[in-house]
């Protein structure tokens, strides 16, 4: 990256109307009531932000993994320039792949092997299919203890089973000492899809309820604290889990669900703004209606992040009409991983694209997409 | 949640909120300055203006470490880490602070190591645990996080450790908010005063503010409450005609400072002649260095360190933003060329600057989100 992208970035941005803004400028401008300024530069900015994404950087960096802005950025410019289609476009799959390069492979209440299996389960079922067979691909390092690999092959095949899935093809490829760290693992999966409905993000409409099946961010912040280079402890597991018996349980009970997405990087803020987005609508979330465990509140404090951007790994977020709420909830607590779900904001028609929190002081902010990555490796 | 809920809780701010607006002359606009990134950050995180009456603006100060460290430091330090056997550690708000040649992440992509810290301790482990490499940490900060970082070297010279040094780039705070005072561009009325740094300095050093320049400060805590409180003492003393210096967090600030603290500071650093500040240019005594006595601990004497002086691009109006002449959204770039994933200047990057916090959370038109609240 050199100074040219600030050239760059300058020339592409749009002319204001109050150029020269030093106080000298100010003064010799006639300028609208303050409110009104302040909304033009709010109009310039939202067409800024509705341009197409383009990768700035020359190299990757670690923000590009964060599942935030620079990720969208990366998956809009590159890859769906390059593989352009109908299928792909609205990014809600029934065939899927993931990757799993998760820091430490084990950690209290899983380890890189359920996660592997867990991630594409649920990546196929909240695009409303059932999933089926799973592929499992392995890269594995020189030097990596074999009783650990056993470890992590064991915890696939509990979870394949527990979720009803079967791993049928695979692939192992070992690379030198140094070249990768430990074990990295890729799983696709294929599933059925069992009815037509149409989900999706896109398909979100003002009044509709926003859900979430349970405590947000136990999974990010148990893999931050099992690094170890914290120093704090706190008694929290991975919400690792396969969703597909609840999510089946959900759409048996309302059939009429907008779109559902799991919680995993970026956390259910990025969620938000993905419906905000795909939608062009705008999203009001509560903060008090939010469920997080003590213990992840409490890290979060400390370490200065906002848990709602803290990722999950068994943790659904639903869209369904506003009439339909109460009997999603009950349908998703009467399943053992929806205990705690809950209705944590609503869609409405203003503010398109914009997903805005009341705070538990009471006050509203704006809750963005996440930009850096304050965490990387967790998945 | 215990010792947090308590400072936000909803039911407090609304009856301060009351007893704020009862104190506003009619027809008369208040600006208060908070000096602090983080009380700007914790203003649009809580979304506390929307508390706040129409007469009161509050205006976003230089107290942002990440802010204020120009584009050349950042250059300097991207140098240090360049050279063979070097791994830098710094907090993680520097990372992403573009230098001239692209920021701390940029330089790792390219093959630095520039490793993130959440303390200075952390340093001394990486250092004993690599005894072939110079570990050198960019220690950026006011009065807050010098004390650690001179703690660190205390401890670093008690162990013997000799391949650990600082590129040293602490500030301190009253020479920043004498320069906004001396400024002509902007009419205060009082000012927020810094919690954290008034943890370790006290509240005795701002008495100038008071005496010289007739405006009433109060140092204050870090929830919402606390500043909302912290408003409403300012509005107390405004009503009286009253400057004088008050301290509402008096839960963690001595009015002396933290003795400690200071002298760890003083044996480990003094004063430099000058230092650059993004935006607000030199400032005489403004920043520390390394004393003489640590000299093998201080990585500008360790290794040439270009020092080149490098433009903020002209298109930036950082320092009008950190003196809290322009709001975040009346900087030219600010939005469109300038966003916290590609930022132009300081004020986008740390969550403690203005341009971010606004940026990411205050992005919006308040007068129209209490009528949809409301409705």
Redesign the interface.
């Known amino acids: 990256?050199?100074?040219s992208?600030?050239d760059e970035?300058?020339a592409?941005?749009?002319p204001?109307g109050?150029?020269?803004?030093?106080?000298e400028g100010?003064r010799q401008l006639p300028l609208a009531e303050p409110?009104d300024?302040?909304?033009q530069?709010?109009d310039?900015?939202d067409r800024?932000r509705r341009r197409r994404p383009k990768v700035?950087?020359?190299?990757?960096?670690?923000?590009h993994g964060s599942g935030g802005?620079?990720t969208h950025?990366l998956i809009e410019a590159i890859f769906l320039d390059a593989f352009r289609n109908p299928l792909l476009e609205p990014l809600e799959d029934a065939l899927t792949t993931d990757s799993y390069v998760v820091s430490p492979l084990f950690f209290p209440g899983g380890d890189i092997g359920d996660l592997a299996v867990n991630g594409t389960v649920n990546d196929l079922s909240v695009a409303g299919a059932t999933p089926l067979y799973l592929s499992a691909g392995f890269i594995l390092e020189e030097g990596f203890p074999v009783a650990d690999l056993s470890r992590v092959v064991e915890s696939m095949r509990d979870a394949a089973a527990a979720a009803g899935v079967q791993v049928v093809t695979g692939d192992t490829k070992v690379v030198q000492k140094g070249k990768a760290d430990g074990c990295y693992i890729n799983t696709a999966g294929v599933g059925v899809l069992g009815r037509d409905a149409d989900l999706g993000v896109a398909q979100a409409r003002p009044g509709d309820a926003i859900i979430v099946s349970g405590p947000i961010g136990d999974h990010g912040i148990t893999i931050m604290l099992a690094r170890g280079?914290?120093d704090i402890e706190a008694d929290l597991c991975s919400d690792t889990a396969p969703l597909n018996g609840l999510i089946a349980g959900l759409l048996d009970a309302v059939p009429e669900v907008r779109a559902m997405r799991d919680a995993t990087r970026g956390g259910v803020a990025t969620i938000l703004n993905e419906i905000a987005k795909a939608a062009d609508v705008g999203v009001?979330a509560v903060e008090d209606a939010i469920p997080v465990r003590?213990e992840v509140?409490?890290a979060s404090?400390l370490?200065?992040i906002d848990p709602m951007y803290v990722a999950c790994e068994g943790r659904l977020v639903a869209v369904v009409p506003g009439e339909a709420a109460d009997r999603a909830v009950a349908a998703l607590r009467a399943h053992p991983l929806g205990e705690q779900a809950a209705v944590i904001g609503r869609v409405?028609e203003?503010?398109p694209g914009?997903v805005?929190?009341?705070?538990?002081?009471?006050?509203?902010?704006?809750v963005?997409l996440l930009?850096?990555d304050?965490l990387p490796r967790i998945c | 949640?215990r010792f947090?809920?308590e400072f936000?809780?909803?039911d407090k701010?609304?009856a301060l909120a009351a007893k704020i607006a009862a104190l506003c002359e009619p027809g008369r606009q208040y600006k208060l300055m908070e000096v602090c990134g983080g009380h700007t950050h914790t203003i649009?995180?809580?979304?506390?203006?929307?508390?706040l009456p129409e007469s009161i603006t509050l205006v976003h100060g230089p107290g942002c470490p990440v802010c204020v460290i120009p584009m050349g430091r950042v250059d300097d330090a991207i140098h240090l880490a360049s050279q063979p056997g070097v791994i830098m550690t710094s907090f993680?708000d520097m990372?992403?602070v573009?230098g001239?040649?692209?920021?701390f992440?940029?330089a790792?992509?390219?093959g630095t190591h520039i490793r993130m810290v959440?303390s200075p301790l952390?340093s001394l482990k990486i250092a004993r645990q690599n005894p072939d490499k110079q570990v050198v940490f960019m220690a950026i900060g006011f009065e807050t996080t010098a004390p650690s970082t001179a703690m660190t070297m205390l401890r670093a010279a008690a162990e013997g450790l000799t391949n650990f040094s600082v590129f040293c780039n602490h500030v301190t705070i009253i020479p920043a908010i004498k320069a906004i005072l001396d400024s002509p561009?902007l009419r205060l009325d009082g000012f927020i005063g810094p919690g954290h740094v008034s943890t370790v300095i006290g509240c005795r050093p701002y008495e100038f503010i008071a005496r010289d320049y007739g405006k009433p400060v109060v140092v204050a805590g870090f929830e919402?409450?606390d500043i909302l409180q912290s408003i409403y003492m300012l509005m107390v003393q405004l009503s009286e005609s009253r400057a004088e210096v008050e301290n509402q967090y008096s839960r963690v600030v001595p009015w002396d400072g933290n003795l400690v603290a200071l002298k760890a500071i003083g044996e480990t650093m003094e004063l430099r002649p000058y230092f650059e500040w993004r935006g607000l240019g030199f400032i005489s005594h403004s920043a520390l260095q390394v004393r003489q006595k640590y000299a093998a601990m201080d990585a500008e004497r360790l290794f040439q360190v270009p020092g080149v002086r490098v433009a903020d691009?002209k298109?930036c109006?950082c320092g009008?933003v950190l003196k809290g002449?322009?709001?975040p959204?009346?900087?030219?770039?600010?939005?469109?060329?300038?966003?916290?994933?590609?930022p132009?200047g300081t004020c986008m990057v740390s969550?403690e600057g203005a341009c971010a916090a606004y940026?990411?959370?205050?992005?919006?038109?308040?007068?129209?989100?209490a009528e949809?609240?409301q409705s």
């Open positions: 990256m050199t100074r992208w600030i970035a300058l592409q941005s749009e204001t109050h150029q020269g803004l030093g106080a100010r409110g300024r302040e909304q530069v709010l310039r900015i800024a700035r950087e020359e190299r990757v960096t670690m923000s802005k620079a950025t280079e914290l009001l003590p509140r409490g404090e370490l200065g409405r203003e503010q914009i805005q929190l009341k705070t538990a002081f009471g006050g509203t902010r704006i963005d930009v850096g304050p | 949640m947090v809920d936000r809780d909803a701010a609304h649009y995180k809580h979304g506390l203006e929307d508390y993680g990372m992403r573009p001239s040649g692209g920021s992440f940029d790792n992509a390219e959440y952390d561009d919402p409450l691009p298109a109006q009008e002449v322009l709001k959204w009346e900087c030219k770039v600010f939005g469109t060329a300038c966003t916290p994933e590609t132009i969550p940026y990411n959370f205050g992005r919006m038109n308040r007068n129209r989100v949809v609240a």
